[in-house]
């Protein structure tokens, strides 16, 4: 059985910081683009980071510059640093796991950031 567990969000002022994490079990990451996912209230889900199996990253432009996506093989975890929070970074922060004919999420995270 997949899980993807994320860990690490919460409650944070603006410009503050959060690092989460995302632990996967019943698969081997290192074959896996990895990503991070957030959905706002009343809003769709989008893409924040990804993350490839030869650690090429792509951001969101509203991220780029505060955020930085990284992968530990060997502990099988994704992480996700965010610097500079906004208030428009509140969401749920889900993590994703993708390969062909395969796809994975995990249950999400909240992250909340007060002004």
């Known amino acids: 059985q997949v899980q993807l567990v994320e860990s690490g969000g919460g409650l944070v002022q603006s410009g503050g910081s959060l690092r989460l994490s995302c632990a996967a079990s019943?698969?081997?990451?290192?074959?896996?683009?990895m990503a991070w996912y957030r959905q706002a209230p009343g809003g769709q889900r989008e893409l924040v980071a990804a993350?490839?199996?030869?650690?090429?990253?792509n951001y969101a432009d509203s991220v780029k510059g505060r955020f930085t996506i990284s992968r530990d093989n060997a502990k099988n975890t994704v992480y996700l640093q965010m610097n500079s929070l906004k208030p428009e970074d509140t969401a749920v922060y889900y993590c994703?796991?993708?390969?062909?004919?395969?796809?994975?999420w995990g249950q999400g995270t909240q992250v909340t950031v007060s002004s």
């Open positions: 019943g698969i081997g990451i290192s074959i896996y683009d």
């Open positions: 994703n796991a993708g390969r062909p004919q395969y796809m994975y």
């Open positions: 993350i490839t199996p030869l650690s090429s990253t």
